[in-house]
């Protein structure tokens, strides 16, 4: 899945700033060799001191708590011992902060200042430009369900025809129709790749992205799930879609989505999982921040002290009934025991509150091999063998073992060497690469995705 709250809260926990010069919002952009990454502190105050908490609107998370923050004589000094990170800035009298960005002995200049940060133009080769050498149209369908309204971009082989189709299903995390994130958009260069293909596509907009009406803060998987539906549904009410090819691509937890949709469907031909998840959610959870902070360099006594600790609070979680109204009240408590000597009593509510959210309540408890048992198309899973978001090899055999324990012997599962979550080719897997990489898409990806689909469309 896409950049979540809790390895941001490992990455930049305690970015704050304090003083009362320092109160409201600064943006900056950190920026590392060949990529950058906006980020939004906000400060406020109050009887006890100051509290911050960080948006990265490029990963588009928001809320992140923060600690260990110190304003002095001018001088703000952030730090978060685990991750080895360091900031230290001065603010002089243009009322900017001027200073560096450390970690794990590099350092990076990042200044922050009170108006909008702006990012370099960097290199996208994969992306397409206008004019295409196909036919795309605006379009809009709605959720019955929810009363929200998508909106998105239907890519045709040609104007007039009957075509295979595919809905592209975003990961987690507010996303637009391409996907888009640190300055790359997949499902433009994937719609672009597979329309040339002759496989007609539909993204659109996330509910309360871009041009989508509905509220995203308030949705789970389940509703996500809703709104690929309606895809469906409006995509049958196109002459120019071939009804009995209608297929699904899900990335992330897209590739959860796309299974609820097909589980026992007679409308769905084919599924394509994109570092899809084969294991409850609990435990990708735990997996992925493992993964993220190793890579990061955490310390082994670090990194199990969190997996202690969270795993206590997804226990308490994934244990309560559907509605529990006391659930914020039960993890917050937890927590307090847990962090009370790292973190003020307000930052512990807001990371109670984000991982007590109804999305992250109702991702904890999901466990996708229930929907994967009930499959009967046709499955491709691909995965990265350096994804440290949704590693390979358990996610893999989960959803392949869940296929078979259906009846499903049309299933496909393939690890992909050097590529990542984004399915670019890397070097590590770490976040910090995502921007770097001038790769938005794998070709290799691109085509064995393509080559799949075409033989299910014969």
């Not at 060799?33 to 001191?49: A, C, M, T, W």
Request: charged share 25%.
């Amino acid at each position: 899945m896409k950049t979540t709250v809790f390895f941001l809260v490992a990455i930049f926990a305690s970015l704050s700033m304090f003083g009362q010069e320092i109160t409201g919002k600064w943006n900056g952009v950190l920026k590392v060799p060949g990529g950058q990454l906006k980020l939004v502190f906000n400060i406020s105050k109050s009887d006890k001191g100051y509290s911050s908490t960080m948006d990265s609107p490029d990963q588009g998370a928001k809320g992140i708590p923060v600690t260990e923050t110190s304003f002095e004589n001018g001088i703000l000094k952030l730090g978060i011992p685990s991750a080895g990170i360091v900031y230290v800035g001065t603010l002089n009298s243009k009322n900017e902060i001027v200073g560096d960005f450390s970690q794990s002995g590099q350092s990076f200049v990042m200044n922050l200042s009170r108006g909008f940060a702006e990012s370099e133009v960097v290199k996208r080769p994969q992306e397409p430009q206008k004019p295409y050498s196909y036919y795309t149209e605006e379009v809009t369908f709605e959720n019955k369900i929810d009363k929200n309204v998508l909106a998105g971009t239907l890519s045709l082989p040609q104007k007039e025809g009957k075509f295979p189709v595919v809905i592209l299903i975003t990961g987690s995390g507010p996303q637009n129709r391409d996907e888009e994130i640190f300055g790359h958009k997949p499902f433009l260069v994937l719609a672009d790749y597979l329309t040339k293909k002759g496989i007609a596509v539909l993204r659109f907009d996330d509910r309360g992205v871009g041009k989508s009406t509905g509220d995203f803060k308030t949705a789970t998987t389940s509703d996500f799930a809703n709104d690929v539906r309606a895809g469906v549904a409006y995509l049958q009410t196109r002459k120019e879609i071939d009804k009995s090819k209608i297929g699904l691509i899900g990335h992330s937890e897209g590739g959860i989505i796309a299974p609820i949709v097909a589980a026992n469907s007679k409308d769905i031909n084919f599924i394509v999982l994109l570092a899809g998840t084969g294991i409850r959610g609990d435990q990708l959870m735990l997996l992925q921040k493992e993964k993220l902070e190793r890579q990061m360099g955490v310390s082994e006594n670090e990194i199990k002290k969190g997996q202690d600790i969270f795993k206590g609070a997804y226990d308490i979680i994934v244990a309560s009934p559907a509605t529990d109204p006391m659930l914020k009240s039960k993890v917050n408590g937890y927590l307090i025991t847990k962090l009370g000597d790292k973190m003020v009593d307000n930052q512990i509510k807001t990371l109670s509150s984000q991982i007590t959210s109804p999305w992250m309540v109702y991702f904890l408890k999901l466990d996708p091999a229930v929907a994967l048992e009930k499959i009967k198309c046709p499955v491709l899973a691909l995965n990265g063998e350096k994804d440290l978001q949704v590693p390979a090899d358990v996610n893999l055999e989960a959803i392949s073992k869940a296929l078979a324990k259906g009846g499903n012997k049309k299933g496909t599962t393939k690890k992909m060497p050097t590529l990542n979550h984004l399915f670019q080719e890397c070097e590590t897997g770490s976040l910090d690469e995502y921007a770097t990489i001038e790769q938005t898409f794998s070709p290799t990806a691109l085509e064995e995705i393509s080559n799949w689909i075409l033989l299910q469309v014969k």
